[in-house]
């Protein structure tokens, strides 16, 4: 069971926008920031988002997060085929644990 | 270019000792933490472990702490993780991760390898 909370998967149409949540606690992203990491098939994972909502440079504009109390959401428009992969949402928990937590994954297809 | 290359994986008895490598290169290694973060077969992301830059300061998950321990060697731009007691849940393709700062416990992973496969079976 994963400490952040994702959709197991999410789909629409090529051109189409798709959002995905990633719900925490205060202990986690209601007092860090959120970074999304995206895994093509059989690769590595690659960030995507950190800081909540800044893009790597190379990161298309499509690509968007934001965090709104112990929430996070990455929106992705104009969706390609090639953005069929797994998205994890990351973040710092300053619990007891003090650990990295993940959440379990979204797997996105495009129709 | 950033590059993180991993080795030391292979399949192992339960019980047994495996020890993990990553070379790093195309950035100043001792500037940034690192870490190690697990994939088993078919699920998500598990972060195993963090080092700061100089060493100074260490995390693991609960899950292999008394068990696996990270350590570094600026000198060869390396990174390692020594793992013991090793069960069958340990199962996972093992990531090198670099951190975007010196702290382990602060910032995201900013860029990751391609992963070391480790089996733990009898």
Known sequence: QSVLTQPPSVSAAPGQKVTISCSGSSSNIGNNYVSWYQQLPGTAP???IYDNNKRPSGIPDRFSGSKSGTSATLGITG????????YYCGTWDSSLSAEWVFGGGTKLTVL | EVQLVESGGGLV???RSLRLSCAASGFTFDDYAMHWVRQAPGKGLEWVSGISWNSGSIGYADSVK?????????AKNSLYLQMNSLRAEDTALYYCAKDYGSSWSKYYFDYWGQGTLVTVSS
């Open chain 2, 13 to 15: 008895q339960p019980g």
């Open chain 1, 46 to 48: 690659k960030l995507l």
């Open chain 1, 79 to 86: 969706l390609q085929t090639g953005d069929e992969a797994d």
């Open chain 2, 66 to 74: 008394g068990r696996f321990t990270i350590s570094r060697d600026n």
